[in-house]
């Protein structure tokens, strides 16, 4: 079993809709989740990250973890044509070791 | 300027060459990854380094070494390219200090290896 399942899409929607990104994960000893961004030709950059469960808002992004399912979602509201990237769930045990998601590619279409 | 910069950007290789790319940091971290990145498998952790005199092998490091000259260096090698190496590579940093599980890429190496 993978240590991280995420939908690589691709996902479309317009501009302006809320978009909900998801992952699933099977250690149960992960307790940190980040979200990182991935724009093409480049590299990854942190867009935020949670400790434990809970809910954490920055801006129009929303992360959310539920550790009873092992379930991570990252929300954006009011999505935008920058918005346009491949999302990577990145949960971590000790924040020494990072296991990355496959990703999942957003196109916000003007 | 760029924290973290590798070079070359992109290579063209051939079988059985060798071949290393190189990372260099300002941020002043401590720890320092390289990662390789293939469609549909995501980014994989081939060698670690928590400090100067501290390497560790990855989830991906047959084929590959690496050397940490520096605090600020750390090289990756390809002692015999092969096809299969054919990948986007990333080198990243961390900061063991703040606590905080944040890694910091640079813009990547295209190798290709005909």
């Known amino acids: 079993q993978k240590e991280v399942e995420q939908d690589p899409g691709p996902l479309s929607v317009p501009e302006g809709a809320i978009v909900s990104l998801n992952c699933t994960y099977s250690?149960?000893?992960?307790?940190?989740f980040m979200w990182y961004r991935q724009y093409s030709r480049k590299g990854p950059e942190l867009l935020m990250y949670?400790?434990?469960?809970g809910n954490k808002e920055d801006g129009r992004f929303t992360a959310q973890v539920d550790k009873s399912s092992k379930y991570i979602s990252l929300f954006i509201r009011d999505s935008q044509p920058s918005d346009s990237a491949t999302y990577l769930c990145?949960?971590?045990?000790?924040?020494?070791?990072?296991?990355f998601g496959t990703g999942t590619s957003l196109t916000v279409i003007p | 300027d760029a924290d973290v910069t590798q070079t070359p950007r992109n290579r063209i290789t051939k079988t059985g060459k060798r071949i290393m790319l190189e990372c260099s940091q300002t941020?002043?971290?401590?720890?320092m990854y390289w990662y390789r990145q293939d469609p549909g498998l995501g980014l994989r952790l081939i060698y670690y380094?928590?400090?100067?005199?501290?390497?560790n092998k990855g989830e991906i490091s047959d084929g590959y070494s690496v050397s940490r000259q520096a605090q600020a260096k750390f090289s990756l090698s390809l002692e015999s390219a092969i096809p299969n190496q054919t990948a986007l590579y990333f080198c990243?940093?961390?900061?063991?200090?703040?606590?905080?599980?944040?890694?910091?890429f640079g813009p990547g190496t295209r190798l290709t290896v005909t």
């Open positions: 941020k002043g971290h401590d720890r």
């Open positions: 380094s928590f400090d100067v005199k501290d390497i």
């Open positions: 949670t400790y434990s469960s």
């Open positions: 990145v949960p971590s045990n000790t924040g020494n070791q990072f296991y």
């Open positions: 250690n149960s000893a992960f307790q940190y």
């Open positions: 990243a940093t961390s900061d063991s200090g703040t606590g905080a599980p944040e890694q910091y």
